[in-house]
């Protein structure tokens, strides 16, 4: 069975997450781990503090907060999102 990282590294993510390939995200302070079907996406992110992703337009998204928290606007209503929380675009 495969470890959870240590809590202090940041992640919450298994070492079987973080095997999928790494996906290609040209904004600094992200990461993410892809897992795709060539039609649908599954992208596990690993966000740091302070990280700021600009305006951008994209299909149907559902996200979970698994740790931390982050300000998150939609249509110019901003929310801020803690652990637990989940939204849909």
Do not use: S
């Amino acid at each position: 069975m495969d470890e959870m990282h240590n809590a202090n590294d940041g992640t919450v993510y298994p070492d079987f997450i973080r095997a999928f390939p790494e996906a290609d995200i040209p904004i600094e302070g992200i990461r993410g781990w892809l897992l795709e079907d060539g039609r649908r996406q599954v992208v596990f992110f690993d966000i740091m503090p302070k990280a700021i992703v600009p305006p951008h337009p994209h299909c149907a998204q559902w996200g979970i907060m698994l740790k931390g928290e982050m300000d998150l606007t939609i249509k110019g209503i901003t929310t801020r999102l803690r652990q637990g929380d989940n939204y849909f675009i």
